[in-house]
């Protein structure tokens, strides 16, 4: 999938837009995405200007991004207005490795399993062979009007 495809999967736009693209998506299973990060990211300027790393939770939501991608194409429906897509949680993550301006991250997200309208899923985010993050995270689909209680 490149970009135009993931726009239509994911109602994120710049700055908060983090999928480039999709390399391979199995709904139901798996999804491997790309997030190619550059000196132009908006974090850098804080975050550290003499020694740029973007944020753990920037790769984070990159993860659940991916993950969001992953359940709307399994239940073949694409994101709308109506819909709004919430991360409610996240377990055992683990930095790694720093990611910085040039660094390509690879994005591999399985879907582990879905309880009425909670998805959980394995996330890695590796620059190359090194792993960078990992994490497991809880998504929910929820009508926008719905308020979010996962309990």
């Known amino acids: 999938m490149g970009i135009r495809e993931v726009l239509q999967y994911l109602p994120h736009r710049y700055p908060f837009l983090l999928i480039d693209r999709v390399i391979s998506c199995e709904p ?22 003499h020694h740029p790393i973007m944020p753990g939770v920037m790769i984070i939501e990159a993860l659940a991004q991916a993950a969001a991608i992953l359940s709307f194409r399994t239940m073949n429906h694409r994101a709308d207005e109506r819909v709004i897509y919430y991360f409610v949680g996240i377990d055992r993550a683990r930095f790694k490795r720093p990611v910085g301006p040039g660094d390509t991250l690879l994005l591999e997200v399985s879907l582990r399993r879905q309880v009425r309208n909670i998805w959980m899923f394995k996330c890695v985010a590796r620059v190359g062979d090194a792993i960078a993050t990992e994490a497991e995270v809880m998504c929910t689909i929820r009508p926008v009007d719905s308020p979010v209680d996962v309990a």
């Open 28 to 49: 139901g299973r798996t999804i491997t995405a790309v997030k190619n990060v550059t000196i132009n990211e908006p974090f850098f300027m804080g975050h550290f200007p």
